[in-house]
């Protein structure tokens, strides 16, 4: 009787190593991908939020609002106007440059509703190494 292993039983030895070492790839790939994923959501997340409680912060304090005005809010004596350029939520005060409140936003609206209360919708978005988009909407 003859010790040692056939070619056959090598190569299908071979076969399933193979098979088990590329389901592990894949499942190493995927983890990686959702992890990147869930990454980036969260920085969206945080980056909305943040501009969402600077923007809300202010215009509690306005003492005027007017939606029809290219600078719709008056805080502390000073018209001020947000917007969004290049990704980027700007706050400006009139006669001066804007200053950049957070990144990756990609929109934002005002509606006024009874007077004196402001709805803001605030769109951020960004997207991944794999060509996903991720977008987050605070009202």
Known sequence: MKKGFSLIELMIAV???S???GATYSILSMS???FQTGDIQLAVQQEVR???DKVAREI???SSVNLSTAYPFTIWGEKIKYEVADNQLLREVEGQSPSVLANNVSGIEFTLFGGD???ITLVSQKTTVFGRS???TLK
Do not use: G, P
């Open 134 to 136: 991720l977008s987050a």
């Open 19 to 21: 098979i088990l070492l």
């Open 15 to 17: 076969l399933i190593f």
């Open 50 to 52: 943040k501009a969402m």
């Open 60 to 62: 509690r304090e306005a």
């Open 117 to 119: 209360i402001v709805y």
């Open 32 to 34: 990686r991908a959702s």
